[in-house]
């Protein structure tokens, strides 16, 4: 599987942007895809995921009741929506995939990822 993950600029807090994670290769319809975001030098941090059906969803506390993550079997691609924007929501956020009935929340559990795209969020 190959993931692309696309979407990120330049916005102001309390905007709002949509990301995609478009897959490659092979269908994605029975993996978990997650999104993390990562600040340089620091860790890889777990912002949401949602399972190979899309009836479970996970998220991290500071993302609940913002953001929503999604999936379109029919596009092979999963959008993470992004409202209420914070300077502290800014960094480069990637999108993984692992084949789980699971939705894990962390980095080490999911094999395939995409490069990355950045959100910068100003104040």
């Known amino acids: 599987v190959q993931l692309q993950a696309s979407g990120g600029g330049l916005v102001q807090a309390g905007g709002s942007l949509r990301l995609s994670c478009a897959a490659s290769g092979r269908t994605f319809s029975s993996h978990a895809i997650a999104w993390f975001r990562q600040d340089p030098g620091k860790e890889r941090d777990f912002v949401t995921a949602?399972?190979?059906?899309?009836?479970?969803?996970s998220y991290a506390d500071s993302v609940k009741g913002r953001f929503t993550i999604s999936r379109d079997t029919a596009k092979n691609t999963v959008y993470l929506q992004m409202n209420s924007l914070k300077p502290e929501d800014t960094a480069v956020y990637y999108c993984a995939a692992q084949y789980t009935t699971r939705v894990p929340t962390t980095s080490r559990e999911y094999e395939f990822w995409g490069q990355g795209t950045l959100v910068t969020v100003s104040s």
């Open positions: 949602i399972s190979w059906s899309g009836r479970t969803t």
